[in-house]
């Protein structure tokens, strides 16, 4: 790291972290660019940590932010869901955020005690850098069980506060009290977007909604976070095929029997939805346990490969040790992945945690 983007860093949020405000340890010198990786073990077995952020993008590209499954931060962890978006705000300027995805299981058992520490983490982001949000199997039903679509979501995160945002696209036709699905509209350096936010397991009338809602902004890319989509084993969830053989399919939960089957998971999407429009650039979800990684690219009628991943880090130490996926979407078209965690100021070098892809652009 040279003097100027060291000074850089420290003004953009290093110097923040290392205050001691959000209790994290003091962070190591240097970058993704000039530390040798290191393997680890035990829970990271198979990561290779840098220590510091990942490089600033280069002019012209901006940054988005994944966010996936919160469910863990709660009880002794509340604490790492804050951490995240704190990062987040002071890097606003220095990485040119345009915004955030939930990927779903903001909470873990529905309760209001962790509906409340999700509020107050994700309203940091407030009027500073927009969020956009799905629920997950574990924001459904007493104890998170998922066993129907009853969910504190809109209480927490109420329509009303959605609404009033540039952001804001609209909310399933048929449920416009109700949050769990919605999009949202974006621009960054010149480029359109819609973010496509669906609930676990969405139903089929949901899709009809959807379909036409991505048909209308056929112009911009199109982007889909909804909670269980792509697999730890790099293909797509699909019940019909795979039955039991993947674990966790939206088809296996309650709410699916409560509701004849009225569910979709990965593969019913892709073939009802993804599938179906040429502006679809990538799917991402978290949910799936395992390493909590996978990715796939298929191409769709016209031959557009679209990109689907998996990240989910709930099964790391301290409710998820802060990991946050970082997408740099860069002039060229291509998308550069990192996956960087404020509170250990370390960066997964491993091959599934930072990559590079082209995008399938309009």
């Known amino acids: 790291m040279n003097a100027s983007t060291r000074r850089e860093f420290l003004r953009c949020g290093s110097a923040f972290l290392a205050s001691g405000a959000l209790g994290f340890a003091n962070p190591v010198e240097g970058t993704a660019e000039t530390k040798p990786p ?166 089929k009338d949901v899709l009809r909604w959807a379909n036409a809602v991505v048909s209308r902004h056929h112009d911009r890319d199109a982007i889909l976070v909804t909670h269980a989509y792509t697999y730890s084993d790099n293909t797509r969830y699909d019940f019909i095929k795979l039955g039991n053989k993947q674990s966790w399919n939206p088809h296996t939960y309650g709410l699916a029997a409560a509701s004849h089957d009225d569910v979709t998971d990965g593969q019913e999407l892709w073939d009802l939805l993804v599938s179906k429009h040429p502006n679809f650039i990538f799917t991402i979800n978290g949910h799936v346990l395992n390493d909590g990684l996978g990715r796939l690219a298929t191409p769709d009628p016209s031959g557009r490969n679209v990109l689907q991943m998996l990240v989910n880090f709930q099964m790391k130490p301290n409710g998820g040790d802060g990991w946050l996926r970082l997408l740099e979407m860069r002039p060229d078209g291509s998308m550069q992945v990192y996956d960087y965690s404020p509170t250990r100021n370390q960066t997964n070098a491993s091959g599934k945690n930072q990559f590079l892809v082209q995008l399938a652009l309009l």
């Not at 919160?70 to 995240?84: D, I, M, V």
């Not at 104890?143 to 909310?171: N, V, W």
């Open 38 to 203: 290191k393997p680890a073990a035990g829970p990271y077995a198979d990561a290779m940590f840098v220590e510091g952020p990942p490089p600033f993008p280069a002019k012209g590209a901006f940054t988005i932010i994944a966010l996936p499954d919160t469910q863990n931060y709660r009880g002794p962890h509340a604490a790492g869901y804050s951490a995240q978006t704190q990062w987040i705000v002071a890097q606003k300027a220095a990485r040119n955020i345009a915004c955030v995805l939930h990927l779903g299981d903001i909470t873990n058992d529905n309760l209001p005690e962790q509906w409340d520490n999700a509020a107050r983490s994700m309203k940091l982001l407030d009027g500073r850098v927009p969020y956009f949000m799905a629920p997950g199997n574990h924001d459904y039903s007493k104890g998170g069980g998922a066993t129907d679509r009853t969910t504190r979501f809109g209480e927490y995160f109420p329509p009303a506060a959605f609404e009033q945002l540039s952001t804001f696209g609209g909310f399933y036709d048929r449920e416009l009290d109700r949050v769990d699905n919605s999009f949202h509209l974006f621009a960054a350096e010149g480029r359109k977007f819609i973010v496509l936010c669906l609930e676990f397991g969405p139903r």
